[in-house]
């Protein structure tokens, strides 16, 4: 299996040492039947037939699957009408059908139809609420009577319960249940990512904070990319701490944690993350020992000392995980089956009292197999493991194969920033790490902060709203 991969991947395994990490990395892979009988019965169990790949780039020799979902969507529908040609009630099945002018079909529950009536007793028109409460709703109503406007097309329903319903037909047409509708949706909502390896270097995503602060392509572009690759390089930012207050008020909110609204990556004389020294620094994503942790992080360079190493290391955990997933499906489903307690604790400079604790996964999926974050910090990893003492071996196994493939030359960037730099990561799939430095001349400081995603999206919504792209 190893050897298959490798050469899959362009590599050829007689030219890797013994002593290599990738090759200490997969003499470890063991095919251990005992993992498949502890973990089988865990929801992260999925089934690798699901993947297909819906467009792939080439990562340093190794192509990447971009997206993750069963099948690339088909479009049936074709140019969309919102005009109805024909509506049946299907009572058996308790749903209304509407056959549209271009031959598509759509069939919609009357209880739904019934719990989103559109009309201003319903349904709010300036906070945009729905007034039904659920429990007046009942699952047996049925239409008594209806209606389409020959003009506009648009739907009357009279109901059982003595209600008129109102639908445009566009409205009825945008939430119709198809799995086009349904996909178009998710992507509204987290639109595919583009997985990557280290040939991105030699194409890192830009954006020039002066363009990001003034135009709304600019700003929507630049969400587009973090939300498509996780990192974003902001370029020619202004060499003070109030620049990436400038950068955030274009989008919203700050996420504070116990380090403060904002923080500075500089030695201390005494430290209370190892991030304030001059060690390396382990591949990593930032407060793993909340139980949300921030879904971006800033990292704005604002000194660049004259020193030996001090190099940022960047790496796509979600492409590693996937290639993980390919390679050893057992030891993917142990590090997204398996939770693991992460702790920080200690005094801020002002005086703050901390004891954060929180539980993940290595690797969490959602309900449909796809990846959705790796918190990985082998810094504040706890040594409470709450797992039973038979699991603890295979984890272990499991963890190293998939933090050697993260460290491998074809996965890892390394990116030592310029003053101006601002670093935009996705803190829940890029991981980041640094390389040790010995100071020579000058300082060095990154002055840093976090953003929740939910505000970033919002924000590319609106943007996407103004700009004539986003309808609904």
Known sequence: MMSAYLMRSGLNPSRLGAGSTFSKCFSTTLRISAASSFFKNSQASVSLTRYTELRTI????????????????????GKVSARIQKTNLLNDEWMLEVQWEDGFRSKYPYIWLRDNCQCPSCFHPTSCSRRVLIGDLDVSIVPVSFSASKDSGDLEIFWSDGHKG??????LRERSFSEDTRESRRQMRSPLRTLWGSDI????????????????????????KLEDLGLVIVRDAPIHQEAIFSLTNRL??????????SFAVKNRVTPNNLAYTADSLDMHSDIPYYEYKPGIQLLHCISQAKCTGGSNNLVDSFSVAQQLREL?????????AVPVDFIDYG?????LNFYALSQHPIIRVDERGDIQSVTLNQMVRDSFFNVSVEK???????MLTYSNMLCHPNNVISYKMKEGDIIVLDNRRVLHGREGFRMIEGTRELHGCYWDWDMVKSCRRVLQRKLGILKT
């Open 58 to 77: 080439t990562t340093g020799n190794i192509k990447s699957v971009v997206g993750q979902r069963a099948e690339p969507a088909s479009n049936p529908e």
């Open 252 to 261: 919203g909110y700050i996420k504070q944690t116990h380090y403060g609204v």
């Open 392 to 398: 603890v071996r295979l984890w272990y196994e499991a």
């Open 347 to 351: 005094v801020e400079e002002d005086g």
């Open 328 to 336: 050893d499906p057992e030891k993917f489903q142990i590090l997204s």
């Open 201 to 224: 270097l030699s194409d890192l995503p830009m954006a020039n904070f002066h363009e990001v602060l003034r135009e709304d392509q600019a700003l929507l572009e630049f969400i587009r």
């Open 166 to 171: 109102l639908y445009t037909s566009l409205w």
